[in-house]
Structures are given as structure tokens and as C-alpha cells.
């Protein structure tokens, strides 16, 4: 059985290509944790605020999956670093009317929540 040199760089150039575009895809996915403040125990299920967590919060661009711990009061975002910044998820989460970190709720959006849902 011959062994072919050309068979085998191309074997080892097609799998370094594809392996460093795994790694370069797995850098872009970061994780934060991000400080709220929720006025009540059941925002997560309320119908009007519960809602806009599931149905805005992916729309903020990049953002490609969250989670909400309501007792900690923490949003868990993993999102794509070259497509959004931290900064514009933040002003994103205060558009649906909820502190981001420093960043205070939008006063109009704060006010479109539910009443059990404002302080």
C-alpha cells in the first residue's frame, strides 16, 4: 500500500480549516451576567412582561439566548460578540423597561408594564 503525500496535505489542510473555523466560531459567543430589578415574584410568567422576555429579548440583535433568574434578579445573555457590544444589549434591556446594570429602564417603557410589575 503506496501513501500518498498529496492525499494527506489536503486531508490535514481540509481538517485545519475546518477546525479553526469551529474555534473562531466559539470565540465569538460570549456570557454575561447582567443586574436588574424585578418589583414583583412572578414577572417571568406576568402575560404582559413575561411575554416580552420571550418574545423581545431575541430580537435585541445578537443576543442568541437568555435567562432570567428572577430571585437573583440576573439576566444570563450569550451573545455574539461581532454582531452587538454589551452596551447595546444593556440599552436593549432597558427598552423593555428593566435596569441593565448602570443602565436605568426607559421611562416609557417602564411605564408599559403591568402594575405589579412597577415599583
Known sequence: MSKNPILKTFVLAVSLFFFSNFVSAQKTTQKVVIKTFLHCDHCKECETCGQKFKTEMLKIKGVKM???DDKAMTFTIYYNSKKTTLQAIKDGISKLGYDADDVKANPEAYESLDG???A
Open 116 to 118: 405589579c410589575c412597577k
Open 66 to 68: 437568555y435567562e432570567l
